[in-house]
């Protein structure tokens, strides 16, 4: 028997979320669209569809688990030739307190969204929430079924091929699909979206180097750390470097400990060669000639001394915009605004010159710039200390896993959880980063198979029993929900399409396929201005006037278009 087993040999059940989670890991790191128009969501929306795709094939997998004799189930279905070997774990029957604290989460924000003024960006939010958790809980799944490994090496693949797009385009390749824009954003779009990711995914990629098997393995994966590690530097994103530094104690921590504990120990020379992996990817951003265009003679060192600066620029900003999003969260104190509200209320709450907003008395983002305000404001005060008490837990386990376990290769794997854990987190304080498709995917999913890589989940406390039918009703819950957010994803990205193409009667039909677009609906209520057709007008205007009430453009559409008094 293999130490790990094969995927051939595996249940169907492993072998479908397992492939999904390899094609999906790549795509949703890969995925943009060539549409200008629409310069966030051209890469957000296919991303979005990749995650709900490959969510929605994990919650089906789940679905075909088989009965086990005792009676209980593997959410994804063990197969026999893991009986009576090291894979032959128990099977958690309930839910640990980590889970429950999650589910508490998603019956928040699924409220919230229910009552949400704008329902279509409360869904598309919600989606995203689910997906994330059908993720958490499939990567569980599958690292009990000893495939934890696995599932790690494709979300270290997918960090890798999106910080290779980034450097693609620091160093002078062109791209439709990249933005030129907060360059060297790559397929993510945003210098700050791929800095996040760097950020996370460096303690994987680290975990994926020091346990690796063979030496080509762990090769490869320091030559990705350096490749991540270049990103970090040339993206001058602030929060991620401050993410990087807090990862750095937890997976510093696990190393120490293991190399202390019995068992596969990391070699002393992995190690050494990692960190110069590290190092040499940083000196090579520095000391490499690329083709951004800073404004700053010393852009970095300038970037280094404004990491706290709270007084100016974008820190001030930010404070700004939290005091705002905070008297939002003490109007709606329960349920927030509604999940992905946020931009249809903040205009209410912001004084004019506020920063986040634009000209046209919209914002400049759909989200505020963090995590923890975009769910205390959208979701509410319960959803809050729910994904707080989450996230927690998973700290707590990663302490478990480094001090009290037994075994070396736990406490690393345990390291790298509380570093993964502590980027993202940071990351999220400064920007939204867990509420965007791509760092929800590879997030949730490293965090679930590290969870029980690192033997945490074995030592939680016993778990909260509940019926095999419940459990095999949240996972089609989950599918459905994951298989709904796909096609409105499809839908977005077809009306997109449509609209693209400038003639009016295509951007009619892309008002119909997309009725949460705000900017088809009123590109639409004025072209149908212009060609008289008040009626028209006033269905497009109304509808962009419902998804964000306090944008003045459809308000002048529909007051040029009402109907005159007779008499």
């Given at each position: 028997?293999?130490l ?59 679905l ?6 005792d ?15 090291a ?21 928040c ?96 990629l ?185 996230m ?11 001090w ?49 890589e ?29 298989l ?24 009619a ?8 677009s ?22 497009y ?27």
């Open positions: 028997m293999p790990l087993p094969p995927l051939a040999a595996a249940h169907p059940a492993h072998r479908l979320a397992v492939r999904a989670l390899q094609v999906g890991a790549t795509c949703v790191a890969l995925a943009a669209l060539r549409y200008k128009l629409f310069e966030l969501d051209r890469f957000f929306v296919p991303k979005e569809l990749v995650l709900h795709a490959t969510a929605a094939l994990v919650a089906v997998a789940a075909r688990a088989p009965r086990r004799p009676g209980s189930t593997d959410p994804l279905g063990r197969h026999d030739a893991f009986a009576g070997t894979f032959e774990r128990p099977v958690a029957g309930g839910l640990t307190l980590v889970d429950a604290a999650l589910a508490l989460f998603l019956a924000s699924a409220l919230a969204a229910a009552l949400a003024g704008n329902g279509w960006l409360g869904a598309r939010a919600l989606a995203i929430s689910l997906s994330s958790a059908a993720l958490f809980w499939g990567a569980r799944a599958l690292a009990r079924a000893g495939l934890g490994r696995t599932v790690l090496a494709a979300v270290g693949v997918a960090l890798v091929v999106g910080a290779a797009t980034s450097l693609l385009q620091a160093y002078g390749v062109e791209s439709a699909y990249f933005s030129l824009n907060r360059a060297p954003g790559g397929t993510f779009g945003n210098r700050n979206f791929v800095a996040h990711l760097a950020a996370i995914g460096t303690p994987i680290a975990g994926l180097a020091l346990r690796a098997r063979r030496r080509r393995h762990a090769l490869l994966a320091c030559v990705g750390a350096a490749a991540l590690a270049t990103v970090l530097v040339l993206s001058r994103s602030r929060g991620a470097w401050l993410a990087a530094a807090a990862a750095s104690v937890p997976l510093a921590l696990g190393v120490a400990r293991a190399l202390a504990l019995p068992g596969t120990r990391p070699k002393l020379g992995r190690v050494l060669l990692l960190l110069v992996a590290l190092g040499g990817g940083a000196l090579a951003a520095l000391r490499l000639p690329n083709t951004l265009e800073w404004k700053s003679d010393s852009p970095y060192l300038d970037s280094v001394k404004g990491v706290v600066d709270y007084r100016g620029g974008s820190g001030r900003g930010r404070l700004k915009q939290y005091a705002n999003s905070a008297r939002m969260a003490l109007d709606h104190p329960l349920l927030g605004v509604g999940p992905g509200n946020w931009a249809a209320d903040y205009p209410r709450y912001a004084p004019a010159g506020d920063p986040s907003l634009t000209g046209d008395g919209t914002t400049a983002n759909p989200w505020p710039s963090s995590d923890w305000v975009a769910i205390l404001s959208e979701r509410g005060l319960p959803a809050f200390l729910a994904l707080g008490a989450t927690l837990g998973l700290a707590w386990w990663a302490h478990g896993a480094v009290r376990g037994r075994d070396a290769d736990g406490a690393l794997t345990g390291g790298v959880l509380g570093a993964t854990l502590a980027a993202a987190l940071v990351v999220g304080a400064f920007d939204a980063v867990l509420l965007l498709p791509a760092p929800a995917f590879l997030t949730w999913a490293a965090l679930g198979a590290l969870a029980v690192s033997g945490a989940v074995d030592r939680a406390p016993r778990p909260i029993r509940w019926p095999r039918l419940a459990r095999r009703l949240a996972w089609a819950a989950l599918a459905a929900a994951a709904l957010g796909a096609l409105r994803s499809a839908g977005q990205a077809g009306a997109m399409a449509l609209f693209s193409t400038g003639r009016a009667v295509a951007i039909r892309a008002a119909e396929l997309d009725r949460g705000y900017r088809i609906q009123l590109r639409a209520a004025e072209l149908a201005r212009a060609r008289g057709r008040c009626a028209d007008v006033r269905r205007a109304t509808r962009a006037a419902e998804l964000l009430p306090s944008a003045p453009a459809p308000k002048r559409l529909l007051a040029a278009c009402r109907p005159r008094r007779r008499g």
